[in-house]
Each structure stands twice: as structure tokens, then as C-alpha cells.
């Protein structure tokens, strides 16, 4: 059961005591602080001229000529319920959320629940992405609109979003719909212990997909006879959530999800960095990394070990000295913290009224994972890479119920984290020995360093 709570009746506590669980949370009469136009009339009406590429929810294409937004907001309120649900998504798509409905940005932020606002506003002090250098070319977690029409009575195995998960957590609030006494939007989202799982059982039901991630590639929506296959073959049923106007809905990092609109709805998402899933955050980035080097998947916006950086340095003084850093100081090896001591700061004036009081020991390894980072970037360049034939050096699962292929690197965290069964937690330490090993040995070396069982995958007695 999804933890429902209403807007002004909770504590910041009580949310972060159910958001470490791992559950999505939903908080209803957020409309109560929501500010700005958001109905299609006036959203025609102040950016009627820009041009939009409308998306067919049936075949995930978008539209070849552009529309104007003042055609598809028409379109919005008058559907044509014999044709696939179209949507504008991610819009704007380039331009900056902030810069083009400034008025909109703003009443968005004052939406959000005020006990969560400190974790899920963009500058909120417990959003770690809040605390990336001002100069530092900060990636864009949002805001960004969602708006789609309706797809109740049509063929459900395309939905409206189809199933994806994302590594960082988000906000999704739905401040308009045709029918605000009617359920605007059905959601199901999947516990991320559950990924090895679903993961698998896509990989079984769609052969056609199994040169890739079928997660990541976002090609899938689960029919309601999907649902009740993967219930009766895995046990794992998602969380059912029926978004109305006015409520959030959070939704922890790497828990797949995906949507449908049973109306005409607009909906507005932003992403942030909680403490709480920073774990899993981490642990996802092996996975998005080789999904992107080997079927072109997005690039790489989050920047996440930078941004743990700038998190680091800011927590490690009470001058929010993160603001005076430079991305080029930092990427040669200055403006480092001598002993983490404020004074090795040159810290101008500070823009909150205390220093961040959270645990900095999940920031620590992200800090030195990005300071090797750093250095590998600059000892490999592109070109060097390419010389090395990356296609050489991939590897397919080892485990016998699995055809994956990955690099030497992806194939370890995709055993970690696709594979739980065969992976007890051991040290990291312990890990280094078969990434060492030569080439043509490191398969063999890893099977054994796991003792998987030929024949089934059951890993054997350490």
C-alpha cells in the first residue's frame, strides 16, 4: 500500500522516515499552494507561437513537422478518442524551465509539500544536485512539463510513458486535468529490489529485445496481462497509484515505473538528490553507463560524481563554500580542502542560514570516485579510447540464464545489481582481483570468483 499523506498534516520526519524505506510516498492537496496558469487556455495563450514535435504514445515517434503548442493544447482539450494518445514531453526540451515560464517555475516550487520542500526543491538544502558550484555548468533536473491526452477506452499496451527508471529520485505533481473529479493517471512502480526480476522477465517475453537493456530503452509498456503474468511467474507486483489533480507523487530512484493517462492531463516533474537513495543512485551508474556506450542512450546530464563533489565541499564548511569553487581549479587538482578545514576555503557570503546538518560518510567514496575520474578522463582521450576497440573487450554474462554483454567494468556492477543471488556483498577489495586479471582470463576468473554453477547459475558454498 502506497503511504498517502495530505498537504500541511506531516512533518518533514514522518516523510523522510517513509521515503528511506524505499517507497513511492503521495501527497495530496499540493493544489492548495500551487501558483500560476497552468489550464491549456492560458498556457495558449501566453506561449501559443512556440513550435512543439507532439509524441504518438503508440509508436513512441515524434510528430516530423512541427506544431504550434496552441494546436496541440487544442487538440488537448478535444481529443480524438479513436486515435493514439499524444503527448508533449520533457517540454521545454532544450531551453531552461526557469528562463521560459519564469512565473510557472516559481509557483511550481511553492507546490511542493512544505515539509519536503528542503529535499525536493532544486535549491532546497537537502537536494545534494542544490549544491553544485554556480559556474560549474549544473545539469538540468528540471522542472519540465508532461502533457498528454488521455488513453481510457484505447488499447493499453502502449500507455502513455512507457516503463523506464531513472537514477535520481523525482517529484511529479499534476496540476491540471479535464475531470478533476475522475482519476487523471494510473501508475505502477516497481520496488527496485525487484529489477533483476522484471528485467528478466522482459528479456523473456520480448526476444527482440534482448541486445539491450529493456529498462533503460524505454520500448515497454506493461499490459494489465503483462502485470498478471509477471505476478504469477516472479511474484512481483508493482505499486498501483491513481494520480488525481492536485497530488505528488515521489518516486524513489531506480524503481522502474511507468504511465498512463486515462485523460487529458498536464503534469510537472523535477528531480533531486535525496540522501536517502544516494546508495542506489550510485549503484546505477554502471548500468546507465553501458546502456549509453553500447545503444547510444542519453548522455551522461546528471554528472553525478561532480555533483557529489561540489555536495561534499559544501557540507565540509559553514560558508556554502561550494559557490566560490571552479570546475577548472577543481579538474587540476586545486581548490582541494586541506583536512576538510573551513579556512582552506576562500568562502564568500553565505546563501543559507546554517550549515547543512546531514551525514557526509555516503559522500565520502563519491568524492574519491571522482577525483579518479577525473584523472582517467584526462589520461584517455576519446581517440585513445577508440584505439583500445572497445567491442573487443565486452563480455557476456557468465551467469547461464542471462545474454547481456557489457565491458569489463558494466559486467561486474551488472552481476551486483541484476544478479543479488550470487552476490553476498563482499568487499570491494575482493572485487579487484579478477578486474585485474588478463583479458582472455577474466570471464573464467569471474565466474569463479563467484562460484557460479555452470548449468543453473546457483552460486556454490564460499
Not at 59 to 84: G, I, M, R, S, V
Not at 378 to 404: F, M, N, V
Request: proline share 6%.
Amino acid at each position: 500500500m502506497v503511504p498517502t499523506l495530505s498537504e500541511g498534516s506531516f512533518t518533514r520526519a514522518h516523510f523522510v522516515e517513509l521515503w528511506a524505506s524505499g517507497m513511492p510516498v503521495v501527497v495530496s492537496n499540493v493544489d492548495r499552494r500551487l501558483q500560476g496558469r497552468w489550464n491549456p487556455e492560458e498556457l495558449s495563450h501566453d506561449y501559443g507561437s512556440e513550435k512543439v514535435f507532439p509524441v504518438d504514445c503508440e509508436t513512441n515517434e515524434a510528430a516530423k513537422k512541427p506544431w504550434k503548442a496552441k494546436e496541440f493544447f487544442q487538440y488537448l482539450q478535444n481529443p480524438d478518442a479513436k486515435k493514439p494518445p499524444m503527448k508533449l514531453k520533457d517540454w521545454p526540451p532544450s531551453k531552461s524551465f526557469r528562463t521560459t515560464f519564469s512565473d510557472l517555475f516559481d509557483g511550481f516550487l511553492r507546490s511542493i509539500p512544505a515539509s519536503c520542500q528542503d529535499i525536493a526543491r532544486v535549491d532546497g538544502k537537502f537536494n545534494l544536485a542544490a549544491h553544485y558550484a554556480k559556474n560549474g555548468n549544473a545539469p538540468d533536473l528540471g522542472p519540465k512539463m508532461y502533457i498528454a491526452t488521455g488513453s481510457e477506452g484505447y488499447d493499453d499496451r502502449h500507455g502513455t510513458t512507457r516503463l523506464h527508471l531513472d537514477v535520481t529520485d523525482a517529484i511529479n505533481v499534476l496540476p491540471w486535468c479535464a475531470d478533476r473529479k475522475s482519476v487523471a493517471a494510473v501508475w505502477h512502480i516497481f520496488d527496485a529490489n525487484c529489477a533483476g526480476d522484471l528485467w528478466q522477465f522482459l528479456h523473456d517475453t520480448h526476444p527482440n529485445l534482448r541486445s539491450c537493456d529493456p529498462i533503460h530503452s524505454q520500448c515497454v509498456y506493461l499490459s494489465d496481462d503483462m502485470l498478471a503474468s509477471l505476478a504469477s511467474q516472479y511474484g512481483v507486483r508493482p505499486w498501483t497509484i491513481h494520480q488525481r489533480y492536485g497530488q505528488a507523487v515521489f518516486i524513489p530512484a531506480g524503481c522502474a515505473h511507468q504511465v498512463r493517462n486515462l485523460q487529458s492531463a498536464i503534469k510537472v516533474a523535477c528531480d533531486f538528490v535525496s540522501i536517502q537513495n544516494l546508495d542506489r543512485t550510485l549503484a546505477l551508474l554502471g548500468e546507465q553507463r553501458v546502456h549509453r556506450l553500447f545503444h547510444q542512450g542519453p548522455e551522461d546530464v546528471l554528472q553525478l560524481h561532480t555533483l557529489l563533489w561540489y555536495a561534499w565541499l559544501s557540507t565540509c564548511s559553514s560558508n556554502n563554500a561550494a559557490d566560490q569553487f571552479d570546475m577548472e581549479r577543481i579538474e587540476d587538482g586545486e581548490d582541494m580542502p586541506r583536512g576538510f578545514d573551513s579556512s582552506a576555503f576562500s568562502a564568500g557570503p553565505s546563501e543559507t542560514s546554517a550549515p547543512m546538518r546531514v551525514s557526509t560518510s555516503k559522500l565520502a567514496d563519491g568524492v574519491q570516485v571522482a577525483l579518479r575520474k577525473k584523472k582517467a578522463r584526462a589520461k584517455h582521450s576519446k581517440s585513445t579510447y577508440a584505439a583500445r576497440g572497445l567491442q573487443s573487450e565486452t563480455y557476456p554474462c557468465p551467469h547461464p540464464k542471462c545474454i547481456g554483454i557489457f565491458n569489463r567494468g558494466g559486467l561486474i556492477d551488472h552481476l551486483i545489481m541484476r544478479h543479488p543471488d550470487i552476490y553476498d556483498g563482499t568487499d570491494e577489495n575482493r572485487l579487484r582481483k579478477p578486474r585485474k586479471v588478463p583479458h582472455d582470463g577474466f570471464l573464467i576468473a569471474l565466474s569463479q570468483f563467484y562460484k557460479i554453477r555452470p548449468e543453473d547459475g546457483v552460486p556454490l558454498e564460499r
